[in-house]
Each structure stands twice: as C-alpha cells, then as structure tokens.
Nanobody, 119 residues
Framework: QVQLAESGGGLVQPGGSLSLSCAAS????????MGWYRQAPGKQRELVAT???????NYAAVVKGRFIISGDNSKNAVYLQMNSLKPEDTAVYYC?????????????WGKGTQVTVSS
C-alpha cells in the first residue's frame, strides 16, 4: 500500500506565491508518475501538473508558465511551486501518483490541501 501526505497550501493574495509538497510512503515503485490535481467547488477534478520518475513534466495549459513541478526520487516526493496565483486557482489540491510494477499498476490520491487565492 502507498500513502501520500500533502503539506503546504493556505491563503494567499492574488499575484502571490505558494508551494505544496507531497511525500509518498509504503511500497514505492521506481516506475511512477506523481503530480497534482485540483478541484474547485462545483467543478470536476482537473489535472494541474505531473512529473515522471524520469523527470518528464506535463502541465495544464492554465498553469503553464506560472506553476513549476519538481520531484525528488530519493525522498519519493513531489513539489509544486505556484506563482502569480489567481482567484481561479482556488481549489483543493490533491497529490496523485500512478505506479507500475511487473504485476500491474495502481493509482493513489492524497487527502487534499486547500489553496485559497483572495484579497
């Protein structure tokens, strides 16, 4: 089993910055993707950014150029630096991981952390 523990989040003014961290623990696969999704009230959960264990990144168009995802394989961790935040970035941010083993794959989710962008 794998557990994802998020930290960070909070309240920030428009134009400000915030960072999120997520650490995975348990039976970690060396072949994985980690990242962040978010869900705003009344909306579906959407992709924010992902990073593979090989370092390949993927961003949603709405955050590209403002958010930076990074990972640390030695710590089984993923980070999200959020800059130039907008009110529409307000959402619960969920850490995500997909892992592959010889016997198959599984997806895991963190419990979520609130990010509120407001003046």
């Amino acid at each position: 089993q794998v557990q994802l523990a998020e930290s960070g989040g909070g309240l920030v003014q428009p134009g400000g910055s915030l960072s999120l961290s997520c650490a995975a623990s348990g039976s970690i696969s060396s072949n994985s993707v980690m990242g962040w999704y978010r869900q705003a009230p009344g909306k579906q959960r959407e992709l924010v950014a992902t990073i593979t264990s090989g370092g390949t990144t993927n961003y949603a168009a709405v955050v590209k150029g403002r958010f930076i995802i990074s990972g640390d394989n030695s710590k089984n961790a993923v980070y999200l630096q959020m800059n130039s935040l907008k009110p529409e970035d307000t959402a619960v941010y969920y850490c995500y991981s997909a892992m592959w083993w010889s016997g198959g794959s599984r997806q895991y989710w963190g419990k979520g952390t609130q990010v509120t962008v407001s003046s």
